[in-house]
T-cell receptor, first 115, second 114 residues
Framework: DTGVSQDPRHKITKRGQNVTFRCDPI?????LYWYRQTLGQGPEFLTY????????KSRLLSDRFSAERPKGSFSTLEIQRTEQGDSAMYLC?????????????FGQGTRLTVV | AQSVAQPEDQVNVAEGNPLTVKCTYS??????LFWYVQYPNRGLQFLLK??????LVKGSYGFEAEFNKSQTSFHLKKPSALVSDSALYFC????????????FGAGTRLFVKA
């Protein structure tokens, strides 16, 4: 396991279509995060899982967005009825939190373009 | 609420000169502080972190950062810059009171000229 992997790397979709992204974290990591990054900005927190439980969702995550981590391993982020404002890089990260704090390791991201 | 400020959009430095990328933060409890670097078309790579202990933290690629509690700062430094250090640098903070959300600054683009 060489790191966090995200699929696809790039996605172009028409406005109004649904898209789903997948993230495979580092295998022993129990925490998984989704962030969104737009050009010229830092990553913005979207949501977080500890194992399979989704423990927080940002107000940025409208009801068109849903994330799952069904077995505490991989995660999916779905965007329904995409809008042009959803165009961004979607980053996944994972960390192992066991009795202390550790840094998050990021995947290379999925770049979404809504046309 | 947590926040991070990176006051410089861009830092220019000549190769071989020391570099500093500034970061200030605000959290309600004691902070966990991080620096990440992002190269074009790549994900964020972890450089270093401060959790507790020594105020001077050493990280990857010769980078270090100094935690200053009174000034609520966590500036990234390197004694001698390389052209290959040119990238986008992000400071991040996490509240250690039980929260898990890491907040990132807007980033500082570092240009190192040969």
């Amino acid at each position: 396991d060489t790191g966090v992997s995200q699929d696809p790397r790039h996605k172009i979709t028409k406005r109004g279509q649904n898209v789903t992204f997948r993230c495979d974290p580092i295998s022993e990591h129990n925490r998984l995060y989704w962030y969104r990054q737009t050009l010229g900005q830092g990553p913005e927190f979207l949501t977080y899982f500890q194992n399979e439980a989704q423990l927080e969702k940002s107000r940025l995550l409208s009801d068109r967005f849903s994330a799952e981590r069904p077995k505490g391993s991989f995660s999916t982020l779905e965007i329904q009825r995409t809008e042009q404002g959803d165009s961004a890089m979607y980053l996944c990260a994972s960390s192992l939190e066991a009795g202390g704090d550790t840094e998050a390791f990021f995947g290379q991201g999925t770049r979404l373009t809504v046309v | 609420a947590q926040s991070v400020a990176q006051p410089e959009d861009q830092v220019n430095v000549a190769e071989g000169n020391p570099l500093t990328v500034k970061c200030t933060y605000s959290v309600s409890g004691n902070p966990y502080l991080f620096w990440y670097v992002q190269y074009p078309n790549r994900g964020l790579q972890f450089l270093l972190k401060y959790i507790t202990g020594d105020n001077l933290v050493k990280g990857s690629y010769g980078f270090e950062a100094e935690f200053n509690k009174s000034q609520t700062s966590f500036h990234l430094k390197k004694p001698s810059a390389l052209v290959s250090d040119s990238a986008l640098y992000f400071c991040a903070v996490r509240d250690n009171t039980g929260g898990f959300k890491t907040i990132f600054g807007a980033g500082t683009r570092l240009f190192v000229k040969a």
